[in-house]
């Protein structure tokens, strides 16, 4: 089961954490990923993490604004979004898959297993 927070209303330029907590141990062939939806759109890939070693990857969009990253202990997954932007808003969403993905198919939402249940961000202009 996966947990996400950390969501809320933002200015352009600011800066919000996500948090996504696992609640059972994260394997380490485990891949976790960020996807996000907006309205009137398909979900999409924002970055994911290979639990094993850490291996990250982004959609060139977030690119030098997000960071993803882990914490073994607390078995949760956080992304860090600064700069943000309208465009950023979104319901977003953490996801796991049992295996060290690529980063090809890290980026597809039918890759993963388990899912989060959303939240939203907003940025206003």
């Known amino acids: 089961q996966l947990q996400a927070s950390g969501g809320g209303l933002v200015q352009a330029g600011g800066s919000l954490r996500l948090s996504c907590a696992a609640s059972?141990?994260?394997?380490?062939?485990?891949?976790m990923g960020w996807f996000r939806q907006a309205p009137g759109k398909e979900r999409e890939f924002v970055a994911a993490?290979?639990?094993?070693?850490?291996?990250?990857f982004y959609t060139r969009s977030v690119k030098g604004r997000f960071t993803i990253s882990k914490d073994n202990a607390r078995n949760t997954v956080y992304l860090q979004m600064n700069d943000l932007k309208p465009e950023d808003t979104a319901v977003y969403y953490c996801?796991?898959?049992?295996?060290?993905?690529?980063?090809?198919?890290?980026?597809?939402?039918?890759?993963?297993?388990?899912w989060g249940q959303g939240t939203l961000v907003t940025v206003s202009s």
């Open positions: 996801a796991a898959d049992p295996s060290a993905l690529i980063m090809s198919s890290a980026m597809m939402s039918r890759q993963y297993d388990y």
């Open positions: 993490i290979r639990w094993a070693d850490s291996n990250t």
């Open positions: 059972a141990r994260a394997s380490n062939r485990y891949t």
